[in-house]
């Protein structure tokens, strides 16, 4: 038996079961395989009844005395079932389960877990449970046993009897693929084994030593699969110049010096510049952190050597916005780069195509109007793409392979904790700027509720009376778009005629043309506007030193990185901001985020508390990313194990993939690349 053999070739699998199968995810042995227990009871040491405490999940075994359903009030039944174990009765129950009560005849043996309630009479109420039927069954009462999710037609028990079937037979593809010398550095247990141990632990140590070394597995599979591009082809780069006149010239004439932060990451793309291998560096930083200079550097460093550069934002108005600041910043340079975006007339863009074709245009910036067909680089030399994660990976590389290999500077100032920044960006080297630019105040964080609306429009007038602006963001969500749009419309009109008649308010929304957002912006810019009521999230990067104030209505509806992204939004300038959440949560979790943001404004404690919440799918939708959906890892408290395995995956790298050595383990890698861009479009 094979692990890529269909599920058919199980006893008892016909094409009904396996469909019902398909719903799990189960197509194949090697499915069923990684279709790991989701918790495990141990049934050689189940505790006396009198031992159990109330509010304690346990075990219990017993014969089945009598089971009678119960009403105790309209639209409740709950079917209570005595039952007589070794040391004494307990009764289950469950609530609002009709079919069961046939099942559950007197005479039958029964093991069940749930929460222990009061009183001297043991009452569980049952989460899990299954019939002892025959010789098989009884055999588990001797071992820590297996517990599956399963479906209606396939019972968790059921589907532990399919993996004991297929663990009785020779599998091919459960052979250890690690050397030797890897397994004893990095105490792993050999492959098999752990598969083995995961489904059928002889003791507690053995099954952690099992969840180890599958979810080393699982990190150094989805690392180099990543990686896998760069590792297999290794392309040769272009060797910049390493002189830095332009650079210097730039950075001399800034009202400002750099950070230490700045200047650490500065020195590491200029390394990797300067080697002949193609630069892939991941710079995160904090919102106003400062990283628009590390990529007028990189884009400097290139045109210094003759070459040209290009910068990619993921929507006009940032890409317009860098525009006009890099315009501003590279003027005493004798440099003026051009804007690509898909508002420019035909006429314009087709000027532009022969700028960038010719060699005339040494830096160009845009939307992903870059990656059309049209667009011809004379000699590209770098990429800098700004807010990564707005971009599928195939638009990356459309745009690396404009050129011959060029450097690829990456940006972003969405807080990405460590963890998930090694596993989606595992083919970049990572940089991270942890410093604000001094002068720079932290925001003021509030969270209030509906009955302190009154104070904070006063609060506001004394804001604006001071000559500082203001934002108001609505949440928008995708069910209920036209209701939030009529809201922040009407939000936006009574803060116009009835708090604030005598200052000018504007409203940005989706349903607005690229040009009129544009032109809102520009207005708020401009100080033409004092408020700007916003239902979408006001672009990351878009710069208003004088807007001081944000206020976010509904705040529970926003995710904590989305918050405080637009909290990043104000304080940009030197003077202290302020960020007003109205809320009033209801849950303990919505209490807790609110919390969070009052409490910190470190983007990557924000970030952390954010997956603990809510989890990596959630924060960051693996199938976004092309990443396989960890089936055994958790991002959140495999960390350590991740950075181990991202050792070896380096160690891997430095010895070769492709020796023979590592033949299935680059077949594994192979199919997590493939996925990811095939997801990544």
Not at 215 to 232: C, K, R, W, Y
Not at 411 to 435: F, H, N, Q, V
Request: with cysteine; charged share 25%; aromatic share 6%.
């Amino acid at each position: 038996m094979h692990l890529n053999d269909s599920i058919t070739v199980l006893k008892g699998v016909g094409k009904q079961r396996a469909a019902d199968l398909q719903k799990l995810g189960i197509v194949t042995v090697g499915d069923l395989l990684g279709h790991y227990p989701y918790r495990y009871e141990d049934r050689s040491q189940l505790k006396p009844l009198r031992d159990m405490k109330e509010g304690d999940t346990e075990t219990v075994t017993g014969i089945i005395v009598q089971a009678q359903d119960i009403y105790p009030r309209r639209g409740l039944k709950i079917l209570r079932v005595s039952i007589r174990c070794a040391d004494g009765n307990a009764v289950l129950v469950w609530f609002n389960q009709n079919h069961l009560k046939n099942k559950l005849q007197p005479g039958l043996q029964i093991v069940a877990t749930g929460k222990v309630g009061k009183g001297s009479l043991r009452q569980i109420s049952v989460t899990d449970f299954e019939l002892i039927e025959d010789e098989d069954d009884l055999a588990d009462f001797q071992r820590i046993v297996p517990v599956y999710r399963g479906t209606e037609r396939n019972s968790g028990k059921q589907i532990r009897k399919l993996v004991v079937q297929t663990m009785a037979q020779e599998i091919e593809g459960l052979e250890e693929f690690l050397p030797d010398e890897h397994l004893q550095k990095y105490h792993l247990m050999d492959y098999g084994d752990a598969v083995q141990q995961i489904h059928f632990p002889e003791e507690w140590q053995q099954l952690n030593r099992a969840r180890h070394r599958l979810v080393f597995n699982e990190f150094l599979e989805l690392t180099l699969g990543l990686q896998l591009h760069s590792l297999i082809e290794k392309k040769t780069g272009i060797a910049h110049v390493q002189e830095e006149s332009l650079a210097a010239q730039f950075f001399k004439g800034l009202p400002f010096g750099l950070t230490n932060a700045q200047k650490k990451v500065i020195l590491e793309v200029k390394k990797d510049m300067e080697r002949p291998v193609a630069m892939k560096r991941l710079v995160q930083g904090d919102v106003g952190s400062g990283k628009t200079m590390i990529a007028v550097y990189a884009l400097l460093k290139a045109v210094t050597g003759g070459y040209q550069a290009v910068m990619m934002a993921p929507t006009e108005i940032l890409a317009e916005q860098h525009y006009l600041n890099l315009k501003r910043m590279l003027e005493p340079l004798g440099i003026e780069p051009v804007l690509l975006t898909g508002s420019l007339t035909r006429k314009e863009r087709e000027t532009i195509y022969e700028k960038i074709s010719d060699g005339t245009c040494r830096i160009a910036v845009g939307t992903h109007a870059l990656i059309q067909k049209q667009v011809q680089f004379a000699n590209l030399g770098v990429v800098v793409i700004d807010e990564q994660h707005r971009f599928g990976v195939r638009q990356r590389l459309a745009l690396e392979n404009k050129g011959m290999a060029p450097d690829v500077l990456v940006m972003t100032a969405t807080p990405i904790p460590r963890s998930l920044a090694l596993t989606l960006y595992g083919d970049m080297d990572l940089s991270i700027i942890d410093e604000l630019p001094p002068g720079r105040q932290s925001v003021k964080t509030y969270c209030m509720g509906e009955n302190k609306r009154r104070d904070l429009y006063r609060f506001l007038g004394e804001q604006i009376a001071s000559g500082y602006q203001v934002y108001v963001v609505c949440p928008l969500v995708e069910e209920s778009e036209k209701m939030d749009l009529e809201n922040a419309t009407q939000l936006a009109d009574h803060l116009a005629a009835n708090v604030f008649p005598q200052y000018a308010v504007g409203l940005l929304h989706g349903k607005m043309r690229p040009q009129e957002k544009a032109e809102i912006m520009e207005q708020f810019r401009d100080n033409q506007l004092q408020i700007l009521v916003s239902t979408t999230v006001i672009e990351v990067g878009v710069d208003v030193p004088n807007a001081n104030v944000m206020v976010i209505e509904n705040a529970e509806r926003f995710g904590l990185a989305q918050l405080h992204q637009l909290r990043g939004r104000v304080g940009r300038g030197t003077t202290q901001a302020h960020c007003f959440l109205i809320s009033e949560p209801k849950t303990d979790e919505g209490k807790r985020r609110m919390q969070v943001m009052v409490k910190s404004t470190d983007g990557f404690v924000i970030a952390e508390e954010d997956l603990l919440l809510r989890g990596a799918g959630e924060v960051l939708g693996t199938r976004q990313h092309g990443l396989p959906d960890l089936k055994i890892a958790d991002l959140v408290h495999d960390v350590k194990i991740l950075e181990q395995s991202r050792m070896l995956a380096d160690e891997i790298t430095e010895i070769g993939l492709e020796q023979p050595q590592y033949e299935l383990l680059r077949k594994k890698a192979e199919a997590i690349y493939q996925r990811k861009m095939d997801l990544g479009e």
